[in-house]
């Protein structure tokens, strides 16, 4: 049997409501999928057991929580876990070199280790369902996203392990999918946000910083709902994938690229480094401070 009722099975983190994970647990769930979802506050996972899913209390960043959900997903889903999706995040905007390192650790505790961790506690229970694994990274892993070096670094070691994983999982028949994500109306954007250092080297243009803060968010990035986000991500994870030849035409792809600004932002790497720089220094107001510092020397 896969899942409940012979249904097939999905185990999605980070679906705290008003993010990307409890968009996508809804659109499974809508779908007819035995849906599990998990949240680090047990408090916000009453909702779910009220919509029929079952849920569960999960930190990625803690093995034994880890473990613990293991354990009891392996008894929902009789030992054969058909699709587990990695969206658990964190985000952090900052200057490269105001960097805290803790808040730097605690980032790719989420985003890179703790996607690690979910993948070998559960690809025993992936294996035998020959099933799909997601990862949600980001198209500022292509991009130089001022600001935002510590996520944006993050996104791209989680995009670099995927692509290796994919490869070493075909054998057993798993599939691993990655998500580049691009602007999603979430709550990531409000809780990724620090206040700027006296002592940093753009407290002489804060205003640049300030404007950045959030910039997921704002109507300038052309954020993607999270439903809308939610039902490509769906759509495209149940497509069938098949032969290598003709799988970007008639197939799933093995890289989604959807969210605001994401198509617009693959297709100008594809012009080289150069192009991404000239876009991103003059979108995020380098320019202008680079004439602010100029004016200083004089």
């Not at 035995?34 to 949240?39: L, R």
């Not at 880890?66 to 009891?72: A, D, G, S, V």
């Not at 070998?120 to 694994?133: K, T």
């Amino acid at each position: 049997m896969t899942g409940l009722l012979g249904r097939k099975s999905v185990l999605v983190t980070g679906c705290t409501p008003g993010g990307i994970g409890y968009a996508v647990a809804k659109e499974f769930y809508q779908r007819g999928y035995h849906v599990i979802a998990t949240a680090r506050r047990p408090e916000l996972l009453e909702e779910f057991r009220r919509q029929g899913m079952d849920a569960i209390a999960l930190d990625v960043t803690d093995a034994t929580s880890i473990k613990t959900c293991r354990q009891e997903v392996r008894k929902l889903v009789d030992g054969r876990l058909d699709i587990l999706i990695n969206n658990a995040g964190r985000g952090l905007t900052m200057p490269a070199t105001d960097i805290n390192l803790d808040d730097a650790r605690d980032v790719y505790e989420t985003n890179v280790f703790g996607v690690m961790a979910m993948v070998s506690a559960f690809v025993d229970l992936i294996i035998p369902a020959q099933g799909l694994i997601i990862n949600v990274a980001s198209i500022s892993a292509l991009i130089p996203y001022v600001f935002g070096s510590v996520y944006a670094s993050s996104k791209a070691a989680l995009a670099s392990y995927s692509r290796t994983l994919r490869t070493e999982l075909r054998p057993f028949g798993v599939r691993v999918q990655v998500v580049m994500a691009g602007t999603v109306k979430s709550n990531i954007g409000a809780a990724s946000s620090s206040k700027l250092p006296q002592s940093s080297l753009y407290q002489c243009a804060k205003h640049l910083y300030e404007a950045r803060l959030g910039f997921s968010q704002k109507k300038t990035s052309n954020p993607m709902s999270t439903e809308v986000f939610a039902y490509k991500l769906v759509d495209n994870a149940l497509r069938p994938e098949v032969n290598l030849f003709w799988r970007n035409w008639f197939g799933r792809s093995d890289w989604f690229y959807y969210g605001g600004m994401s198509t617009l932002l693959h297709k100008l790497s594809l012009f080289g480094e150069w192009m991404l720089d000239f876009v991103m220094y003059r979108r995020f107001g380098m320019h202008e401070l680079e004439t602010i510092v100029q004016d200083r020397r004089r």
